[in-house]
């Protein structure tokens, strides 16, 4: 994009889009998802978390103002997302106006970066270990409402194996 108009446009198209998607999901029941709500992938394959589980309830939480809901859900997204939208504000307004004068970046170092790496490969590992202070990491079970013509419960339990070991 060539012209600042064409950049604030495309700036307050993004900006509507997100805050609709936080308006509806603020909305949403969690208790009974819409369909176009995806499962996760890695966890239906391998019955285990990945490192994005529970971010939509973390979410749902956060627009709540539940901190600690949300902490529960993803505790490493909760504690990461200031970082990332300071991250992202820099870059945006590095984006709208890129000949003006901005104060001096940060420029993460390569330990920094490792560190960082390192960290969410830990967490993802250590939030499906099944002892007890490894399993607070992992997501809380959605509470999903029971149809009548269910007999099975709707919610597994926390201590409950992965499907592929039942």
Known sequence: MRS????WTATAVAVSVLVGLALWLRSADLSAPPRFLPRCAFFEVMGRYCPGCG?????HALLHGDVVGAFGQNAFTVLALPFLALFAWRAWRVWIAPGRPVEKTWKPRQWQVVTVVTAFFAFTFLRNLPWEPFRWLAPDPPEVRESPASAAPATPSRDAPPPAAR
């Open 4 to 7: 600042v108009r064409a950049r």
């Open 55 to 59: 971010n939509t309830r973390a979410a």
